[in-house]
């Protein structure tokens, strides 16, 4: 019988570098399924890639081929986590259960492994990782989320609902049933409490499985979202699977990231913007830490400063001010995620314009740096003036241990800033 899901073999060139890639991708670090694939990515050679057979009979055959993972990866994820091979196959859009012998004979192929798809898919969404020719590479974000398991909870968050209209809804609704039991849910269960929760907007989940959703106000059908939901959140360490027990609890639960998840007011039909909240931990007077502080769009200008941890962000927004001589005249607001304009739940701001607590966005004045969860490597976004728009890209460098000096203090200078505004004299 004539294989119809891949045009060509896997090249044989490539076995030994990739396996030793898959070996080296169990190493050190957070050991969920995106995590381990985005390791895989940024081995030299990347993850192989396959042109597949067009998947329905209407697609133009002279387009550009769909690409799928090797069939020696799609292996090693089964092997690894086996549940989702033996839980899901694709028909179109629905997700279902399929029996053992179709597995069995299927499933080195990606469109046996739904969930491999689905993976695969979000990290391209999430520009963690990048397509060139028959070869899938994480980029420098990818390779820094793959060894942060914040990070990596950051990166599933902002992907959780694919942007699928409503998506937000079933994902905010999703974590809140979840969060009230601790001890996990089944799915039908959960299914049920998403149903629950929705019937009174006015928009359905009709169960997990192999079913069809409607939006609010008739909006139009989508395929199982909450089943694909439920594969990102379990891929990037949101949720675990376990065996569900005959009272119908442990199928699906919250990770101990997942518990710190927290889900902003202000959206509609339930829905809302989801935020991780750094772990709680008393905040070390000793501790100092040493962040890299450079100014974007201006060649090799930066400061170095050592900083307390039990030290807020409004004393962080006054020491740039005063490393790059600025006037303190107009609004600011860091990022906590590394990104401008990154999100009201990762937003310290300034204490001296109106905060809208329906963001999530915290006062510079009410938040120390130690209670941030930041550690070495972590990036922050600040911006002053939101109109000049002077942007400073923060990183932590190191923790020390304070010396008894004051802190406070720029220890490192590189280049000369411009002056703020045009024809200032310094």
């Known amino acids: 019988m004539t294989d119809t899901l891949s045009l060509f073999p896997e090249d044989p060139d490539d076995t030994g570098s990739l396996a030793a890639a898959i070996a080296a991708a169990d190493g050190t670090g957070p050991s969920a399924p995106a995590a381990w694939l985005l390791r895989l990515a ?114 599933g968050l902002e992907d959780l609902d694919a942007g699928e209209r409503f998506g937000d ?47 609010p106000q008739g909006a139009s059908a989508l395929g199982d979202p909450l089943a694909e939901l439920l594969v990102r959140a379990e891929a990037y360490g949101i949720v675990e699977r376990r065996a569900t027990d005959g009272a119908g609890s442990g199928g699906v639960r919250l990770s101990e990231a997942g518990h710190r998840i927290r889900i902003l007011p202000g959206g509609l039909f339930g829905g809302g913007a989801l935020a991780l909240a750094p772990p709680e931990r008393p905040v070390d007077p000793s501790i100092v830490l040493v962040l890299h502080a450079k100014l974007e769009d201006v060649p090799r200008t930066s400061v170095t400063i050592e900083i307390g941890a039990d030290q807020d962000f409004l004393t962080l927004h006054r020491t740039i001010q005063d ?62 003036d939101y109109g000049d728009a002077w942007r400073v890209a923060l990183k932590v460098r190191a923790e020390i241990t304070a010396d008894g000096g004051g802190y406070p203090r720029i220890v490192a200078r590189t280049g000369t800033p411009p002056p703020q505004y045009p024809g200032d004299e310094w």
Do not use: K
């Open 323 to 384: 490393a790059f001589r600025w006037a303190d005249d107009h609004l600011w607001s860091f990022w906590l995620n590394g990104r401008y304009w990154g999100g009201g739940a990762y937003e310290v701001r300034s204490p001296f314009g109106q905060i809208d607590e329906e963001t999530g966005a915290r006062r510079a004045d009410e938040v120390r740096l130690g209670e941030a969860g930041l550690r070495v490597g972590s990036t922050i976004a600040y911006l002053f």
């Open 169 to 215: 809804v079933i994902a905010g609704t999703a974590l809140r049933a979840l969060q009230a039991v601790p001890d996990g849910l089944a799915e039908e269960r959960l299914a049920a409490a998403v149903d629950r929760e929705g019937a009174a907007h006015g928009w359905r989940i009709a169960g997990s499985r192999g079913t069809r959703a409607d939006g």
């Open 42 to 155: 940024a081995a030299p050679d990347g993850i192989p890639l396959q042109p597949t057979a067009a998947p329905t009979p209407d697609v133009d055959e002279s387009a550009a081929p769909v690409f799928a993972l090797a069939p020696s990866v799609v292996e090693a994820v089964v092997a690894r986590w086996p549940s989702w091979a033996a839980a899901m196959s694709c028909d179109g859009d629905v997700v279902r259960r399929v029996d053992a012998a179709s597995r069995s004979a299927m499933l080195h192929h990606e469109a046996a492994v739904p969930s491999l798809r689905v993976l695969r898919e979000s990290l391209l969404r999430g520009r963690l990782v990048r397509r060139r020719g028959d070869r899938l590479l994480a980029n420098r974000r990818g390779r820094e989320v793959a060894e942060d398991g914040d990070r990596l909870v950051m990166a």
